[in-house]
């Protein structure tokens, strides 16, 4: 008969407990060998193991005597019945015992017949498997080897523990070594990218007097000439009252105390005493109590900007008073041109005139019908901006449009266009976009005086801005024409200014144009050299992708 | 045919609408300024008000406005050169109609005056034939 042991009452605990440890099917190790061995000295037996039992097998741990032989099946096993014993289990004759006498390990191999086995009980009473000695023939243990037993058996305790503790000490620096190693990474990543950063950054310790400064990148160094060991460790000039003035200072002061950011553009010196407009932007930086510690200054060089920033807002304020004097132009001459119109043709109705007479009052009916188109286009670009509402795709409206602006063209000229890749839409409506190609058209066809090539090229390009650079749709018109000097160049845009004939044009035209790219957000761009011809390109920001 | 009153403070533009006015058939009464207009309005019954808008002293706007209180069956059109001050073309996207009924933007042709003023004669003869029918056919 061969009687299977019962099943402890927290076996469930006990096999979460087995399994926590991550010792089971892991490879021998010295300490539990070096037991194993002494105990197979000390019972003189040829078998000595320390076990686990598992759900449904015995694994042994460490095995003197049983070369070969990993694990058994948890029925047969002895130690199965052993762990469930207060104490030393011993088994002198297996063959004498109801409950191994059937038993294949009996039976069979290894033909055990004496068995002695202690518990590994943990500190916290999980009994886990046994320390056991096994004979093939039949033995009986002294109480002080039975003592010695027991006493193995608590050191293989001892020692799983250990080496348990061990272990989540090693998993706990393994952890540690790569979250620091991460940390590591990331402070150096962030470190390149503000070390490559375009902006001059600043960090300032403002928990100082004067702002000692603690890092520069070296952005900061080319923007100011100021190498880094010449400020690190000073106090910070932007925050210094003989630098920015004393009252910038101090709101940037009540700014930054308070958590808030600030910008500011002040005049600044390099190193060489060169001056540059520096647009500063200051972030403070919190501690843990939520106290402003530090401040992060950017800075960059927006001299050139401005200079661009105030030629625009020259030019535009130029078309604005322009503007104005023109309505007041455009009612006096309406109301001039007003009875001209009614009495001339009054009298060709009222059969006043000759047949001569009414063909040249035909004419004057002509020229009031003329300026009163001239005076539109005149008023045209001093229109204030509004937004169309109307949104078509580049290269849709380019190619509805270019058949009326090269419409009744000289023989001599070749058109190409090219359309790059799509665009997306923008935000133009018909009349506008016709305005601006009939004008540009016109203009180039003019310069080439009956013969050349005239292309026109749209692609997709970006609308440059420090802040928030926008896609946009970029429209060439090149003409192999003669070209402009740079004084042209200069006036191109300049109402009036015209290099057609008398009668051949009212110099309207190009600022047209720029008015209506500048209402657009876009811009414009002459290039041109004398004798080869002109290029007008001008970007319009994409409203929305296609 | 009807009665109008043109207000224009340009002579020969108030001139040269007169002569077309009164070739077409009509009664035209004529004031230099918005005041003068009113009062003639106050004065007599007209079937059309032709008013320019940037007069000086009192503007298009306000005679348009107020005739139109006191005379609510008298059409108004309001005819411009555009503002002096702004620079905003007239165009026809973008006309206002100053409270009137019609706008003409300045300089108009003959042909379309005659065009509209007909259309808003005959509104307005809309507008009082219940009035007018009621005694003919009692």
Redesign the interface.
């Given at each position: 008969m061969t009687q299977p042991a019962a099943i402890p009452d927290n076996e469930r605990e006990r096999i979460a407990r087995l399994r926590m440890l991550d010792i089971l099917d892991s490879d021998p190790e010295v300490m539990f060998d070096s037991l194993t061995r002494l105990a197979a000295e000390i019972f003189e037996v040829p078998i000595a193991l320390v076990t686990f039992v598992d759900t449904r097998r015995q694994w042994f741990k460490s095995n003197i005597g049983l070369p070969g032989v990993t694990e058994t099946p948890r029925d047969v096993a002895f130690c199965s019945h052993a762990i469930l014993e207060p104490g030393v289990m011993e088994v002198q004759d297996a063959r004498l015992d109801a409950r191994f006498s059937a038993n294949p390990l009996v039976t069979g191999d290894p033909g055990i017949r004496f068995y002695a086995g202690a518990p590994i009980i943990l500190s916290d009473s999980s009994r886990l498997g046994t320390f056991c000695v096994i004979d093939k023939i039949p033995k009986k243990l002294s109480s002080a080897q039975r003592m010695i037993l027991a006493e193995l058996a608590n050191a293989v305790s001892h020692a799983i523990e250990t080496r348990e503790a061990t272990a989540n000490t090693q998993a706990a620096r393994q952890q540690l070594e790569n979250e620091l190693a991460a940390t590591a990474r990331r402070s150096h990543l962030l470190r390149a990218t503000i070390d490559s950063c375009p902006i001059a950054v600043t960090i300032a310790d403002i928990t100082k007097p004067g702002a000692t400064v603690l890092y520069v990148n070296p952005m900061y160094t080319t923007l100011t000439g100021y190498d880094a060991d010449e400020v690190v460790g000073h106090d910070c000039h932007y925050l210094a009252d003989n630098i920015v003035g004393a009252e910038t200072a101090a709101m940037l002061r009540q700014k930054i105390g308070s958590g808030e950011q600030a910008e500011v553009e002040i005049f600044k010196h390099r190193k060489d005493g060169s001056a540059f407009l520096s647009r500063l932007i200051l972030a403070p930086i919190l501690g843990d109590d939520g106290g402003v510690v530090a401040c992060i200054g950017l800075q960059s060089d927006i001299t050139l900007e401005a200079q661009r920033r105030d030629a625009t807002g020259q030019q535009r304020e130029k078309m604005?008073a322009?503007?104005?004097?023109?309505?007041?132009i455009?009612?006096?001459?309406?109301?001039?041109?007003?009875?001209?119109?009614?009495?001339v043709?009054?009298t060709i109705?009222?059969d006043r005139m000759s047949a001569e007479g009414i063909k040249h009052m035909g004419i004057v009916l002509d020229c009031?019908r003329n300026a009163?188109n001239i005076i539109?286009d005149i008023?045209?670009f001093?229109?204030?901006a509004c937004r169309s509402g109307e949104f078509h795709e580049a290269a849709h409206i380019l190619e509805e449009i270019l058949p009326l602006a090269i419409q009744g063209l000289a023989k001599g000229i070749t058109v190409s266009l090219r359309i790059g890749c799509p665009t997306g839409l923008v935000e133009i409506s018909r009349t506008k976009f016709s305005q601006i190609l009939v004008n540009l058209v016109s203009n180039a066809v003019s310069a080439m005086d009956g013969v050349g090539a005239l292309t026109i090229q749209l692609d997709e390009d970006v609308l440059p801005s420090l802040t928030m650079p926008r896609k946009a749709a970029r429209l060439r018109i090149t003409d192999t024409g003669c070209g402009m000097d740079a004084t042209t160049q200069d006036r191109a845009f300049e109402p009036f200014f015209t290099t057609k004939g008398i009668g051949q044009g009212t110099g309207l035209g190009l600022p047209l144009v720029y008015t209506l790219v500048q209402e657009l957000g876009g811009i414009i761009a002459l290039e041109s050299v004398p004798g080869d011809g002109t290029t007008v390109t001008i970007l319009i920001p994409i409203a929305k992708e296609s | 045919m009807a009665s109008i009153l043109v207000i224009e403070d340009?002579p020969?533009?108030l001139?040269?609408?007169r002569?077309?006015l009164t070739?077409g058939g009509h009664t035209v009464a004529c004031a230099t300024d918005g005041l003068m207009g009113l009062r003639l309005l106050t004065e007599s019954a007209f079937d059309l008000v032709i008013s320019d808008i940037?007069m000086p002293g009192l503007s298009g706007i306000d005679v348009i406005g107020r005739g139109r209180a006191q005379s609510p069956r008298t059409r108004f059109l309001a005819i411009t050169?555009?503002?002096?001050?702004?620079?905003?073309?007239p165009?026809v996207a973008n006309v206002e109609k100053f409270g009137a009924h019609a706008v003409l933007?300045?300089?108009?042709?003959?042909?379309e005056?005659l065009k509209i003023v007909a259309a808003l004669l005959a509104e307005a003869a809309a507008a009082a034939a219940p009035a007018a029918e009621a005694p003919a056919c009692g």
């Open positions: 604005a322009l503007g104005r004097a023109m309505g007041g455009a009612h006096e001459i309406n109301n001039m041109l007003q009875p001209v119109s009614l009495l043709q009054d109705d009222n009031t009163r539109g008023l045209a001093s229109r204030p | 340009v020969p533009v001139l040269s609408l002569i077309i070739g940037w050169g555009g503002n002096p001050n702004s620079g905003v073309t165009g933007l300045k300089p108009f042709e003959k042909h005056l």
